[in-house]
């Protein structure tokens, strides 16, 4: 069986070849994190990424406030004691 090749282009990417992408179900958006060990030898480990970033955490920032601000309650904008310039 003949071991597929690729070349390091100019701007230095890689094509990872067909044959492989298929057999390791290797699709858009996944990464692939690259090491080297004390012989020189590479070896590649597939991280996916298929669902985003923020997919199943819940990383909410902090707004400030309550979330239901007073003067964005439509009929509040003539209450004097909820004016800003109080």
């Excluded at 992408?21 to 012989?39: F, M, T």
Aim: charge should be negative; glycine fraction near 10%; hydrophobic fraction near 30%.
């Amino acid at each position: 069986m003949t071991r597929p090749e690729t070349t390091v282009s100019e701007g230095w990417f890689v094509t990872v070849p067909e044959a492989v992408r298929r057999r390791l179900d290797i699709e858009p958006g996944d990464k692939l994190r690259w090491d080297v060990d004390e012989s020189g030898n590479l070896s590649v480990e597939i991280v996916r990424q298929r669902h985003g970033a923020f997919e199943g955490d819940d990383l909410k920032a902090p707004m400030g406030g309550d979330g239901i601000e007073t003067h964005d309650i439509p009929g509040n904008e003539a209450d004097s004691t909820l004016s800003e310039d109080s």
